[in-house]
């Protein structure tokens, strides 16, 4: 193939999708003369031949900088080993693989055309990116073999920039991973980037299906890993299976496209799933974790796309208002009012109307979140002497009749209980004893801000299944119901622990409508965001009491309907 005596070195570029190389010009030369840039030879071939672990990817098209004779670009790609693309001259040439669509790139192998042998040099891009520079001694029937971090792109590119020959090409062949079965509405990424990686431990372990590989990054954090998922698609939620020891806080963000969608935190476990709404639309998502207990390493990653069967307040089961009903400051009372207005969880006493509140209860529909304030001895609050049998005495009623065990789902033993003074082993005891008794029954805890901000939370709160937080910024609190929900959440150790959304007391001002419904819609969306709520219990009822007045009188009825009207989008779907 040598053409006089000239000897160069050969530097083969391999780009896909060049800014320079990607519209063919002129015609393929049929005589034997080198011809400049061809037009593009169409294909109708199909993906196959596969290697073991790979689909080979067939080019719709190809096109090349020139041509000797009949030894076109497309031989190029013909699966034939007895042709070769020819370009006619010497380095710097090119030749141009269309896929037709944006496609996963995880492998390319060049079957080398050379003679005589000699140092080469080759570069690879996709859509126009560097991926590869391989630089080496080459010789004619010699395959490159180039494993790449799957790399979402079109266009394919090869450009030889030095060869003691002619360029050209005998085969050229490119490959995705064969992925694996993905679940209804997960999105395929296509490719992928990483901050680091550990020796043995690439990338695409993160997203081959296979929860017993891992992409390991060799380090602590931060360390990200980007998904490109080749076009912009709407987002639904993240999924994460950490490869973590010890077990941990793993705390994370999320971009779309560059923009920061998600900010999240939770107790990791090795192999063990955690899950994360999205809620937006993207092309590249970047998850970076902020800390971690360990190196930072997946087991597998996924991405959802909306699923319309699924109710976006799947995870949202109740809905009720603090403390009391809606319209009364007696405990259960005004219930049938109540779940009218899109309630379906109230909070009774267990007091002597414990039964005839649950039995109100059950008859609307509802459940039942049930007050224990009658065990305690006030200043200081501590449990009574004699708790254990006022418990007996309320366990025995409530599941004298089976239809009302199954109304009650929680339990409360004090409202605010560490401000008021409550030590954490009464709240074990008293939660111990409600377990072995009613086994699958939460206990809840609504914690005031000042010890949510003063407590060791992690030690303090794990006695609780369901926690909320109440953030009076009318008592002078410097907090905010985000900061506080979140100060929780940093203190979860357990996974199965659950949040209440508490939309606080409306400030005693004029509201327009408007203001309103930005006031709710900010807590519904991020209650709609974390799936770690469990409900959504707006705290007014204050304001029909005149020592409160937080909310003008002429307001709260404003105020109800947009309340109820969210209360019916999670209790009536």
């Keep these: ?144 073999d180039v494993s790449l971090s799957p790399v979402a792109g079109r266009y394919i590119q090869i450009t030889t920039s030095s060869s003691p020959s002619w360029v050209a090409w005998t085969e ?147 809905f009720g208002w603090w403390d009391v009903s809606l319209y009364s400051q007696d405990p259960g009372a005004d219930i049938e009012a109540t779940v009218q207005l899109g309630a379906n969880l109230m909070h009774v006493f267990a007091d002597a109307n414990l039964v005839t509140q649950l039995k109100m209860a059950r008859a609307s529909g509802a459940k039942a979140m049930v007050f224990l304030i009658d065990l305690w001895d006030t200043n200081p609050l501590r449990l009574k002497s004699n708790w254990r049998e006022l418990w007996t005495e309320i366990n025995n009623r409530i599941t004298k009749d089976p239809t009302l065990g199954d109304t009650v789902v929680a339990f409360n033993p004090h409202d605010e209980p560490y401000y008021h003074g409550a030590t954490r082993s009464d709240l074990e005891a008293l939660a111990g004893q409600i377990r072995a008794d009613l086994a699958g029954k939460a206990i809840a805890g609504m914690l005031a801000y000042p010890t949510v901000d003063a407590l060791d939370l992690v030690t303090m709160i794990g006695v609780f299944d369901w926690l909320s937080c109440h953030c009076y910024q009318q008592l002078g609190w410097p907090c905010s119901q985000d900061a506080c929900d979140a100060a929780l959440i940093s203190a979860f150790t357990r996974n199965d622990q659950r949040l209440i959304a508490v939309p606080g007391a409306f400030a005693a001002e004029p509201y327009t409508e408007q203001d309103v419904v930005e006031i709710v819609a900010a807590y519904e969306r991020r209650a709609l965001m974390d799936d770690r709520y469990i409900a959504v219990m707006p705290f007014t009822w204050t304001a029909v009491d005149p020592a409160f007045g937080w909310i003008p009188s002429h307001q709260l009825p404003l105020v109800e309907e947009h309340l109820s009207q969210w209360a019916r989008r999670i209790t009536h779907p």
Excluded at 182 to 195: I, M
């Design 1 to 144: 193939m040598q053409r006089g005596t000239r000897t160069a070195y050969l530097a083969v570029v391999v780009v896909v999708g060049s800014s320079q190389a990607c519209s063919p010009e002129g015609l393929v030369g049929d005589d034997d003369t080198a011809s400049g840039p061809g037009v593009m030879e169409a294909f109708a071939a199909q993906d196959g031949d596969n290697l073991p672990g790979y689909v080979k990817l067939a080019p719709k098209s190809v096109w090349a900088s020139g041509t000797y004779g009949p030894h076109t670009a497309g031989r190029a790609v013909d699966g034939d080993q007895g042709t070769s693309w020819i370009s006619g001259g010497y380095a710097t040439q090119w030749i141009i693989a269309d896929l037709g669509t944006v496609k996963s790139i995880a492998r390319i192998r060049l079957l080398v055309s050379q003679s005589p042998g000699g140092q080469t040099q080759h570069e690879i891009a996709v859509d126009g990116a560097l991926v590869e520079t391989i630089a080496r001694h080459t010789d004619a029937g010699q395959w490159i």
């Design 172 to 318: 050229i062949e490119i490959y995705r991973h064969a992925f694996p079965g993905r679940k209804p509405f997960e999105v395929q990424p296509l490719g992928l980037r990483v901050s680091s990686t550990y020796a043995g431990y690439p990338a695409w372990n993160a997203v081959d299906g296979n929860p017993n590989s891992l992409w390991n990054a060799g380090g602590f954090p931060p360390q990200w890993i980007e998904l490109d998922l080749g076009q912009s698609s709407p987002l639904d939620r993240l999924r994460l299976l950490p490869s973590q020891s010890p077990s941990g806080w793993l705390a994370f963000e999320v971009d779309v496209d560059g923009v920061l969608a998600r900010t999240d935190g939770r107790w990791a476990k090795d192999n063990e799933w955690l899950e994360a709404k999205l809620m937006t639309e993207g092309r590249r998502l970047r998850v970076r974790t902020t800390a971690s207990a360990s190196w930072v390493a997946l087991r597998e990653i996924e991405i959802y796309r909306p699923d319309p069967t699924i109710d976006p307040y799947h995870h949202l089961e109740y």
